[in-house]
Nanobody
Framework: QVQLAESGGGFVQVGGSLRLSCVCTGRTSGVISMGWFRQAPDNERELVARVFRDGETEYAQSVQGRFTISRDTTKDTVSLEMESLRSEDTAVYYC??????????????WGQGTQVTVSA
């Protein structure tokens, strides 16, 4: 099992920047990907960005070119640098880790979420 602790949410004006961080603890050797999802009121949770164990990254089209995900494997931390924020980026942001065991089974772990509010 792993545990995730997020930090860095808050209030920012349109066009501003924020950095989210997520620290992963526990059995981190089995982590195959880490990433960020978000959920706005009355919306489904959606992928924002994720990074895989081999370093490959994936971004939602809506954040491409504005957000950058990075992972520090020495500290088991994943960060999301968010720039040129828009009001539609307002949501609760969740860190997610996916682990895989020796049999190939995968498991999802979620952080508690951190609120990001972008105001005009």
């Amino acid at each position: 099992q792993v545990q995730l602790a997020e930090s860095g949410g808050g209030f920012v004006q349109v066009g501003g920047s924020l950095r989210l961080s997520c620290v992963c603890t526990g059995r981190t050797s089995g982590v195959i990907s880490m990433g960020w999802f978000r959920q706005a009121p009355d919306n489904e949770r959606e992928l924002v960005a994720r990074v895989f164990r081999d370093g490959e990254t994936e971004y939602a089209q809506s954040v491409q070119g504005r957000f950058t995900i990075s992972r520090d494997t020495t500290k088991d931390t994943v960060s999301l640098e968010m720039e040129s924020l828009r009001s539609e980026d307002t949501a609760v942001y969740y860190c997610k880790a996916v682990t895989q065991d020796w049999a190939g089974w995968t498991y999802d772990y979620w952080g508690q979420g951190t609120q990001v509010t972008v105001s005009a």
